[in-house]
């Protein structure tokens, strides 16, 4: 069979609540311990999923719905996203069920794997559930990276007067690989020139002068120049440039990553080295502060080397020039 997994809106939710209901009551009938005791009659599953309208209305649960190919709701997992101040980072997984004749095709699996994606989406990166001690269901977490808190005997009543036990289980959403983009742009691009404004008026407060002229004349030499923007997430936060300084030596130019933005720097300076391989440059020289030390130890780690201070920066003492041999 193959199925969708979707994000229930209010109205698909609404919508939803008599296919869920025959779902719940299917899989209550089949022994599962999800906060019932068979019998459960189908009034008393509408009943409980027409008790989550609220919540789901206000986002404090997210229900999603696994749809099979020919539009029936076979299986369903709740995310309930923790109200407290002080959890906002923390999110429960609840009423993870698939109807009994659609078991055994991932489709559990394919929920979870969903409702990870959507805890991340709402800033929750702990997730929680409790799941009775023995289940299918107990197998399926631990195979999905769920660790165990441990068992609490005697958690919930069978309905013949016994009990059973529940396996308390979390898990920690690892980081988000952060996707982090290094194309060619031209400097009057709007994503550029805050970039270039932050680094002028930080070069302006910390040395006096803002290094504007780096990019002066661009279109003159635009076909022996390289601009490149950095992205991470879509979101700009880097810039820098190549410029002709003389034959087949090029001048790295406007180097800037915004704070807190680590790895930025390399990927720009790598982006950079090579489109100047490309465009015929054997050889990069950079001018920056000796006050700015963590600059020169930036390029110094990436393989530039010290030289003498060249053109305009002769005789200045305070300019720190590296150049790399490509
Ligand atoms: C627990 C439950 C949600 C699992 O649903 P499911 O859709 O069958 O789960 P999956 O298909 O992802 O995985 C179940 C098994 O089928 C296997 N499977 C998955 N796709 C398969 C396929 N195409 N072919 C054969 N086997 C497959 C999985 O490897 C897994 O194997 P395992 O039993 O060795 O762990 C379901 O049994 C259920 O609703 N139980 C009652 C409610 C319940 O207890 N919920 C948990 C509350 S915490």
Redesign the pocket.
Known sequence: MRFDIVTATATDYAAAIPALAQVLRA?VM?G???GFIPPLDLEGAVAFWRGQADAVRAGEKQILLAISDAGRIV?TVTLALAPQVNGSHRAEIAK???HPD?????????LLKRAEELAREKGRRLLV????QG???E??YA?LGWQSCGIIPDYALNGDGSSHATHVMYRQLPPRPRDLRVAAAHPDDPDAIPLIDALSADLLARFDSDGRRGLAGWSDVADRSLFALARLDGVPVGCGAVRPFMGETGEIKRMYATPGSAGVGAALLSFLEEGARNLGYRQLVLETRWANDRAVAFYRRHGYRLTANYGHYAGRPESACLTKIL
């Open positions: 899989c089949k599962a311990a999800v299986g993870m069920l698939v659609a078991r055994r095709q991932g489709i559990a699996a394919a559930l409790d799941t009775r289940d299918d269901a197998r399926l195979r």
